[in-house]
């Protein structure tokens, strides 16, 4: 009996995926819309991403504000649709993350889960918050000393997400259950850490083992070698990992 409940349980988690579909609309730019992605590459929902341009965004965000989408003019913003065709709108990419993990069963099991998972989420922002100020500071490609800097606070705080990894047995941070946290731990390692320092997790063995796990997850795979992945971390308006500044170590990939 339990095993048939387990299978039809599996199968509504399934085809409430199946026939979810969203809109997700940002720069095009990994930026805070990556978790997201990759998110919604995992989940197998049928995603359309409109993807704005210095030259769109200004009409893009009017519209946006005045329809009431953009709810504080910014994006990443989410339209999402379940099963039934009921809509749901928000923007602020944490709060994306949040509702899609509540709405696909990605936020634990229990509260002691959803507080692993809130504390690790805030550890990424943090290290994201770091990163952004580095990225975009037009001092740094005249100025290596600033990507030395930001890569000693890097590698002085990726150890804190070996520690919490520690907590639980199993690939994921709540043991063996994928979590939102897992995708945004992987994208921030994958963009803001691994392309300034490509040997940052050695030592780190439970990190890179996560690091591996979700990589090859079919979805978030299919996704990062797909045309859809950017190339570069950063927009023209960054001045690190874009198509005008390019990390040397990172040239042999394009």
Not at 22 to 35: E, H, I, N, P, W
Not at 167 to 188: P, Q
């Amino acid at each position: 009996m339990k095993t048939a409940a387990l299978m039809i349980l599996m199968a509504m988690v399934s085809g409430a995926e199946a026939g979810a579909k969203a809109k997700l609309t940002y720069f095009d730019v990994r930026g805070l819309a990556q978790s997201a992605r990759l998110l919604l590459s995992h989940l197998k929902i049928d995603t359309e991403e409109v993807r704005h341009t210095k030259d769109t965004w200004a009409d893009a965000k009017k519209a946006g504000v005045e329809s009431g989408l953009f709810s504080f003019g910014q994006i990443p913003a989410l339209e999402y649709w379940d099963a039934n065709g009921v809509k749901t709108e928000m923007v602020q990419s944490t709060a994306i993350m949040q509702f899609l993990g509540r709405e696909h069963n990605m936020y634990g099991k229990s509260q002691a889960d959803a507080v692993l998972i809130d504390v690790l989420i805030g550890g990424v922002g943090d290290l994201r918050k770091k990163y952004g100020a580095f990225a975009y500071n037009k001092e740094v490609p005249t100025k290596p000393e600033l990507i030395e800097e930001y890569i000693t606070f890097a590698t002085n705080w990726i150890p804190n997400f070996e520690k919490l990894l520690a907590k639980r047995e199993g690939t994921y941070l709540c043991g063996d259950d994928l979590s939102i946290a897992d995708i945004m731990l992987f994208d921030v390692i994958d963009t803001c850490v691994l392309r300034v320092k490509p040997t940052a997790l050695e030592g780190l063995p439970k990190l890179q083992a996560h690091f591996d796990a979700v990589r090859e997850l079919p979805g978030i795979l299919s996704y990062i070698t797909s045309d859809k992945n950017h190339k570069h971390a950063n927009g023209a308006s960054a001045f690190w990992d874009t198509p005008t500044n390019i990390p040397s170590h990172l040239r042999d990939e394009l």
